[in-house]
């Protein structure tokens, strides 16, 4: 991957491309890419939807490459929705194929001078930017059977579907997997709604005549290669676990530690639970059969297959299998046990192209609000139904839920830095909380959710028993976590590396050998620190302080059952986590 | 209570999966750590228990020493692989980021041991569910009759081949939708074991 993709929707004249060398880019990828290029180029207080903030699109590290797992991509910009940083990440073809057209970085700057609409296409030969008013309106799905009929059946598609037309700050970006369906999204923050507002509908990837990215030293690579593949399979999560269950597996514990937000994260657990879980999802979707039922991967070359797909009592295709925060969110989150239901709302979010967590948060604050009552499928699905139908309610929702609280009145919304908070309840694992407060991203999971960092060396050891040792572990968490986003590795590889040391040493020696030179612990230290340093630059430059590195107030004031805990970490604490 | 006895086709027996995701209830010896109570009295390997059992919980508290927890009359206890994910690490037992849920983890009990014999809610999640469950089935659960009825409900027409004969107390019965609804308002002594 040794060069940059511009594409400039304002140019006078109309949309242009050009191609460029990675100049102060060279080395990165992923998340190190993105950041980067929006600390560098995008203006920290523009408006999100403006031509003056920038779109990322960029390849892991070793995506395009023959590493096993590496197909993770990430899109960056500044977000509509937190108005800070954003870094989204997704599977899908997108990233190997991009890899292997030699792209570190798409760049998407300005925007149309109109409401037209544009796709781009990339293969070997070079890059076409094309008017697609045919596609204005269409969903993801429609999009991408149009896309495939005029370009094959085997390009990878990068798209919006009509929330990111209508600029709306959950509006996701989807990525097509190997079945060439819209089912892998960069969700969080808005990053569709971007896309949306340069103009540009839909990029379209061929990799037909180009080859997989060499690594530096291959025979290495290849033995490095083969350990770290064998290290997941024989692993009881990323070989056993994650395949059988997908990771729905989570519901039944989460729900059995009492931090399943449910009914809008006004108590720990659900009653439905073991109605949605991983082992009676996975049940039910043997039972239905089908190509890829309940075991699948999301992108060629995933040795986990974490994924799956989900067929109705017919056997007809309804989406991929939903995962474990889409069964929360429209599931428990909203008092509905019913996966049918579930995966039916996962596939209007991907068609819409919305990300799952902020909608299912969303529509518990809506039914807080007496819009529907909790349980409410049908009702849930109306509302759903209005946002991909752009009426006034559906704006408001399709904006998030800090945006549904604030018209509707409502004062319990789980969000940070307006982005709403994932399937556990910071305060019976607050340091997990500590995570959601202090991320650059916004309330985020991921943002914490490798791997690991005092194996990796990262910050040095903790005594994980010491009640203070949450904000340390928490930062160590954030800093293997942006290093890890950098690769494009899924952060599933985690356990493996846990538990098995060859394993980790397998994937240390996967990214030496690949680069050309050794990787240590403190190579990635300074990897993620740099990538934190830059993301905590931009949002103090966009006016984010420390009082945006806080829970909402009623996280320390409610108990949450069953253990009627409250969140408890300090500010001063919490204002520790960069002190480094 | 209810005893009723299933003999079911081998590749049944994962169809009576919910009832231990649910809980089923064991009366049993309490007063005794979750060790001897896991390897003692269900029956799992001292390796069993730590290698595969990644994740328990007694009455929704992580625990991180089997040896120290103690059971009770009326606990609930749920077994669990290891878990994906930064949630997964946490709840471990004895793992690495325990420290983000100390609030809620399980803590050593200081009442002293005393024999006893009680009633514990049994749980199993995943591969323990796949591995365990059956031999637990098979010594015979307390269940809700209405959790049998929801899972005879989702096989309507399958229900005699999965289930080659039932016994309730000292009589043969068949096992069709009618039984199941007339069970569902009691609490059933069940045992699952395998047709010869």
């Known amino acids: 991957m040794d060069k940059i993709l511009r594409i400039d929707m304002g140019a006078s004249g109309g949309p242009a491309v050009k191609t460029e060398a990675l100049g102060d880019y060279a080395g990165l990828g992923g998340r190190a890419m993105t950041s980067a290029v929006v600390l560098k180029e995008v203006p920290p207080t523009c408006h999100p939807l403006s031509g003056e903030n920038k779109l990322v699109i960029a390849p892991g590290l070793l995506s395009g490459s023959a590493a096993a797992v590496s197909g993770r991509i990430s899109v960056g910009c500044k977000s509509p929705l937190t108005g800070g940083i954003k870094e989204a990440n997704s599977g899908g073809q997108g990233a190997q194929v991009m890899g292997r057209l030699g792209y570190a970085a798409i760049i998407v700057e300005g925007k149309v001078a109109d409401d037209s609409l544009y796709k781009v296409f990339i293969n070997k030969d070079g890059v076409k930017l094309e008017p697609a008013g045919d596609l204005k309106g269409l969903g993801n799905y429609a999009t991408v059977e149009k896309l495939s009929a005029q370009y094959g059946k085997k390009v990878a598609c990068i798209t919006i579907g009509q929330a990111g037309e209508m600029k709306m700050s959950a509006a996701s970006i989807a990525f097509t997997d190997m079945e060439q369906r819209p089912t892998r999204h960069a969700g969080r923050g808005g990053v569709g709604a971007v896309m949306g507002s340069k103009g540009l509908k839909a990029v379209i990837l061929d990799d037909d005549g180009m080859k997989t990215r060499s690594p530096a030293d291959p025979e290495k690579f290849k033995a490095a290669n083969k350990a770290f593949a064998e290290g997941l399979r024989k692993h009881p999560v990323t070989g056993e676990g994650l395949a059988a269950f997908g990771t729905n597996m989570l519901t039944n514990v989460v729900n059995e530690a009492g931090a399943y937000p449910t009914n809008n994260f006004q108590k720990g657990q659900f009653d439905g639970a073991s109605n949605i879980s991983g082992e009676t999802q996975a049940a039910l979707e043997n039972e239905r059969g089908g190509e890829g039922s309940a075991t699948h991967g999301c992108h060629r070359g995933c040795v986990i297959r974490c994924s799956g797909t989900f067929y109705d009592k017919d056997g007809n295709y309804v989406t991929k299998q939903p995962e474990y925060e889409t069964v929360w969110a429209h599931g428990g989150n909203c008092g509905i046990d019913d996966l049918d239901v579930i995966a039916q709302m996962d596939r209007m979010d991907d068609d819409f192209g919305l990300d799952t967590i902020e909608m299912g948060a969303t529509i518990g604050v809506a039914m807080e609000a007496g819009l529907a009552e909790f349980g409410d499928s049908q009702g849930a699905i109306k509302l759903l139904q209005e946002v991909g139908d752009g009426t006034s309610l559906g704006r408001i929702l399709g904006n998030g839920a800090a945006v549904t609280g604030q018209v509707f009145g409502v004062e319990r919304v789980p969000v940070v830095k307006r982005q709403s908070m994932p399937a556990y309840d910071p305060r019976t694992v607050q340091g997990i909380g500590v995570t959601y407060a202090t991320t650059t991203m916004g309330a985020d999971h991921t943002a914490g959710y490798a791997v690991t960092a005092n194996l990796l060396g990262v910050g040095g050891s903790v005594d994980a028993l010491k009640p203070e040792g949450q904000v340390e572990l928490s930062r160590n968490l954030q800093i293997a976590t942006a290093a890890i986003d950098s690769t494009g590795m899924c952060l599933f590889i985690a356990f493996a590396i846990l538990d098995q040391p060859d394993t980790f040493n397998a994937l240390v020696d996967l990214i030496g050998a690949f680069i050309g030179q050794p990787m240590t612990a403190d190579d990635v230290t300074a990897l993620g620190k740099s990538v934190l340093e830059k993301e905590r630059e931009f949002n103090l430059a966009a006016g984010f302080t420390a009082k945006d590195d806080r829970l909402p107030d009623y996280f320390k004031k409610e108990a949450l059952a069953p253990h009627n805990v409250t969140f408890n970490v300090t500010d001063e604490e919490l204002d520790t986590v960069f002190n480094w | ?196």
């Open chain 2, 1 to 196: 209570m209810i005893q009723l006895n299933l003999h079911v086709d081998a590749s049944c027996v994962s169809l009576f999966s919910p009832l231990l995701e649910k809980g089923v209830v064991i009366q049993t010896r309490t007063g005794c750590t979750l060790r001897d109570f896991l390897c003692g009295q269900l029956g799992l390997s001292g390796d069993y228990l730590d290698q595969r059992v990644q994740t328990l919980f007694l009455d929704a508290r992580p625990v991180d020493d089997v040896d120290t927890a103690v059971i009770r009359d009326g606990s609930t206890l749920a077994l669990s692989a290891a878990m994906p994910g930064l949630l997964g690490a946490t709840m471990r037992k004895g793992g690495r980021y325990a420290a983000f849920r100390k609030d809620i983890s399980q803590h050593t009990d200081e009442c002293g041991i005393c024999e006893a014999t009680g009633r514990v809610t049994v749980k199993l999640f995943n591969m323990v569910a796949r591995e365990v469950g059956g031999r637990l089935l098979e010594a015979g659960v307390e269940v809700d009759g209405s959790d049998l009825q929801r899972i005879a409900d989702r096989y309507p027409e399958d229900l005699s081949r999965i289930i080659r004969k039932a016994r309730m107390g000292d009589h043969e019965v068949t096992p069709d939708k009618s039984l199941f609804s007339t069970l569902s308002k009691h609490r059933i002594l069940l045992s699952v074991s395998i047709a010869k």
